[in-house]
């Protein structure tokens, strides 16, 4: 296949619209957000002033193709802006994650609860030794701890990764060693459902 003929298979010119209803049903219905999405810097721009940054950004984008570098110069903390950005007022007693287990079990965490939670387990990790720039592995099911885990690593700035829990004990081994990770985070257990196809 010729390199131009492929190039002519990338381009797309047709379009499809939506349903009749369905475009009044949308969330955002102020056409000037798609408009000031053509213009990506002024966008993002707009949209990073909505977190709060510990040191403002110098640049919004830095595109030296195929590298791309996102609010160049700024400082932000994902659990900061997830979670005590929201513990001013009456936000910090909502609900920030709602759990319901394979066995009908339901916990409900509000801002303040899930900061603490947090802000623990950052705790538990320092008193490991993890330190910022430390990776950690998480290894565990879909319960509030596997959250809980991820937003404290990402309080003290330990990258983590996410291994899916249906890999083999060596591909957890190559996964986990390939990583460098300082620390696993797992679970005693997991409950499984088993479902049959008839």
């Not at 009044?24 to 977190?51: C, M, V, Y």
């Not at 979670?83 to 759990?99: M, P, T, V, W």
């Not at 620390?183 to 459902?193: D, H, K, L, P």
Request: aromatic content about 10%; charged content about 25%.
């Amino acid at each position: 296949m010729k390199e131009k003929h492929r190039e002519g298979l990338l381009e797309e010119k047709r379009l499809f619209f939506p349903p009749t209803g369905f475009s009044s049903k949308a969330i955002i219905q102020n056409p000037e957000i798609h408009e000031l999405g053509q213009n990506q810097t002024k966008f993002w721009d707009e949209q990073g002033k909505r977190l709060d940054w510990f040191k403002p950004w110098d640049t919004v984008l830095e595109w030296k193709h195929p590298f791309a570098k996102w609010y160049v110069g700024g400082k932000l903390n994902a659990a900061y802006n997830c979670l005590d950005r929201h513990l001013e007022g009456a936000r910090r007693n909502k609900a920030a994650l709602i759990f319901e287990g394979e066995l009908g079990d339901r916990r409900v965490l509000t801002y303040q609860d899930l900061q603490r939670e947090v802000s623990q387990f950052a705790n538990v990790l320092k008193s490991l030794g993890v330190i910022k720039g430390d990776r950690v592995t998480i290894y565990m099911p879909m319960i509030p701890e596997a959250a809980i885990a991820m937003l404290a690593c990402a309080r003290i700035g330990a990258p983590h990764s996410v291994v899916f829990g249906g890999f083999s004990a060596e591909a957890l081994k190559d996964r986990i060693q390939d990583a460098q990770s300082k620390i696993v985070v797992t679970s005693e257990g997991a409950i499984v459902e088993e479902r049959v196809s008839l």
